[in-house]
């Protein structure tokens, strides 16, 4: 999709500062703590995860009691989140030892935790930390090991970005959900609640106890690069509904949520991954357009908000981003909002926050602006120290400090993290990826699949007529663990509803696919089928994948388009399609879901969370929030 010509025009169309710290004490001296020796992994059963209630006094009470005890260095440590390598604790692969090694001075996760007393650690697949449940939970344990074993014997706050869709570290055998834009199409609070308290209870089986989920975002700009399906959709009411169902869903479950990325990603053009993206709303336009979901987020209790490394003028119109902006985070977030969660940044390594700061500058910039978790800076070395500095040089006072540890440690007390910082093999087997879970997912997804056209009545397609079946188009790369490509999950799928298809991949749906090579592959092949499912994402009016819609189209055989991420393509595929789906992601479950619906086994339910506009003419709406046809 093009980029509205007025931003305008399609905006007009569409607590206190610190909390309370615990008086000042004598600060330590000395660089972090030498590693401490590879520990043994803990005991492979222990009680199953508790599931608190909100803080309650007590809570307040021992997190106080464990700040002060706490030196200086043990109260910085407590600042940071960070992706360590290794599946193992304390037997890491040679050549994540050597990765740990290299970033942090020591070659294992247990050593890292103890050398630098964390606070934090986040899991991702790159860092090799993810192979199967039973194995994250060993994870997780060996970990908490080396931190209950350490100095300060503070358990970690073990965190992971499982926004599901197409935002999903930690895939099958745990269960796969629709993602957000999915569950804007069906928009149903009682799913959104029920999707994430199903992930939350199998990431704390797992030793997960705080997930970089709902995506707040309200996705104001159909050429947004970072949001898209992330986003609930472009009604900030609607979105504000189901980010506060999350949040419930979530922490009901045992594990923190975290609402980003505040004060609002939805609007812009640029992925603040590798630049630094500027949003133009006025501030009555934020209140409008940006808040409501944050507003909810914090009205429903949320545990944890994560910033945006973005320019927000209008809220400070100094030169750097939000993350860095004490008038945002501070100001608006704290005073004006009234939270007094933990406030989390975004990486400190994506190149939004780093144009303008050196690594080392950046969190004690962060820290002043009120931020409480800093998380995965690229060089820790001079992250660490020059936060120590800033507070020995009395830049951030120790009572600044104690106020974002304390809220911190409040955070890990209230999620059962003091009582029982442990998962078991047993927990895992009773929870993780479990047939009644996959069952509700299932459901879920029956209610998201969107139809958008459908002309002459082409669907649902029936076996009698169509039996046989192209599935062609993209294949884009799906979360770890899925069934496999989604042209191949849509064939074996409508295979067992009766139908004999054929999968076609063109390609991952990048600028240059499909060649023109696979392109005359997919017609030959169309033309002894009787139908043709075409895949498409992100077309645009340079893609090779308008091409293969229309040469598919052209050969006279009826056309069923499933566009897998942003709906917006159909604008750039005019009426060759005989009819046109949304299902907002790619994995197994949504792919799934949309055969049923093709088949007529379901009745297409979803709603367009977000308004499709003409390609040639952003101005006008072709379908607007709400449409949605049925059978």
């Known amino acids: 999709m093009h980029k509205p010509t007025s931003r305008r025009a399609l905006l007009a169309a569409a607590t206190a500062a610190v909390a309370t710290a615990c008086s000042p004490r004598t600060l330590s001296s000395g660089s972090p703590a030498t590693s401490a020796s590879a520990s043994p992994s803990a005991p492979s059963t222990s009680p199953p995860a508790h599931r608190p209630a909100p803080t309650r006094p007590s809570d307040r009470d021992r997190a106080a009691d464990l700040l002060g005890r706490m030196t200086l260095d043990q109260k910085i440590g407590q600042l940071f989140v960070l992706s360590v390598y290794g599946h193992s604790a304390t037997a890491p692969d040679p050549a994540d030892a050597a990765a740990n090694a290299e970033k942090y001075g020591v070659g ?62 930690i895939g099958a055998p745990a269960t796969l959900l629709p993602g957000a834009m999915a569950l804007g199409a069906g928009g149903s609070v009682p799913d959104a609640r029920a999707a994430a308290r199903i992930a939350g209870a199998e990431l704390a089986a797992l030793g997960v106890r705080q997930d970089y989920a709902p995506d707040a975002d309200v996705n104001v700009d159909p050429a947004n690069p970072v949001i898209g399906i992330r986003s609930f959709g472009a009604d900030p009411e609607a979105v504000a509904r189901l980010v506060a169902a999350q949040v419930q869903g979530y922490q009901g479950a045992g594990v923190a949520a975290t609402a980003k990325h505040f004060p609002g990603h939805g609007d812009t053009s640029v992925d603040s991954h590798v630049g630094l993206p500027t949003i133009t709303h006025s501030r009555k336009e934020w209140e409008r357009l940006d808040a409501p979901p944050f507003r909810a987020a914090i009205a429903a209790g949320i545990d944890s908000v994560m910033t945006a490394h973005l320019l927000f003028p209008a809220l400070d119109p100094a030169d750097d981003p939000a993350t860095l902006s004490r008038p945002i985070i501070t100001g608006v977030l704290r005073d004006e909002l009234g939270y007094d969660g933990v406030v989390i940044t975004d990486s400190l390594g994506m190149r939004g926050v780093r144009e303008k700061y050196g690594d080392g500058r950046v969190p004690v910039l962060a820290l002043k602006a009120g931020v409480d978790q800093l998380l995965t800076p690229p060089d820790l070395p001079a992250a660490w120290n020059s936060v120590r500095t800033a507070v020995r040089k009395g830049e951030i006072s120790e ?54 056209t459908n002309r002459g009545g082409l669907l649902p397609l029936s076996p009698r007529r169509h039996r046989r079946l192209l599935v062609v188009g993209v294949d884009p790369a799906a979360p770890t663990g899925t069934g496999g490509p989604p042209t191949a999950v849509l064939a074996r799928a409508l295979g067992g509803l009766g139908f004999t298809a054929k999968a076609l991949s063109t390609g991952t749906g990048g600028a240059p696919d499909p060649s023109p090579g696979r392109i005359d592959e997919a017609v030959a092949a169309a033309r002894e089928r009787d139908a043709v499912i075409v895949l498409t994402r992100d077309v645009d009016a340079g893609s090779g994948q308008r091409r293969l819609v229309s040469e598919l189209s052209a050969t006279g055989m009826p056309v069923v388009h499933l566009a897998v991420k942003d709906p917006y393509d159909i604008a750039q595929l005019g009426n060759d399609p005989g009819a046109s789906l949304a299902t907002y992601g790619w994995t197994d479950v949504e792919v799934r879901a949309a055969a049923r619906v093709i088949a007529g086994k379901r009745d297409p339910r979803g709603r367009l969370p977000v308004a499709v506009r003409r390609a040639d003419a952003p101005h006008r709406v072709l379908y607007p929030i709400g449409h949605g046809l049925s059978y």
Do not use: F
């Open 108 to 169: 294992s996760a247990a050593e890292v935790v103890a050398r630098y007393h964390l606070g934090g650690i986040m899991y991702t697949e790159w860092a090799h930390n993810i192979r199967g449940p039973r194995q994250i939970a060993a994870l997780s344990n060996g970990l908490q090991k080396a931190a209950l074993d350490g100095s300060a014997g503070v358990p970690l706050l073990i965190a992971t970005d499982q926004e599901h869709g197409m935002v999903a570290r």
């Open 399 to 452: 009572a600044r400090l104690d106020a974002s540890v304390l809220r911190v440690l409040r955070l890990k007390a209230r999620r059962g993290l003091l009582d029982e910082p442990y998962t078991s093999d047993r927990e895992v087997d009773r929870t993780v990826g479990t047939r009644a879970h996959a069952a509700t997912a299932a459901r879920i997804a029956d209610r998201t699949t969107t139809l958008i």
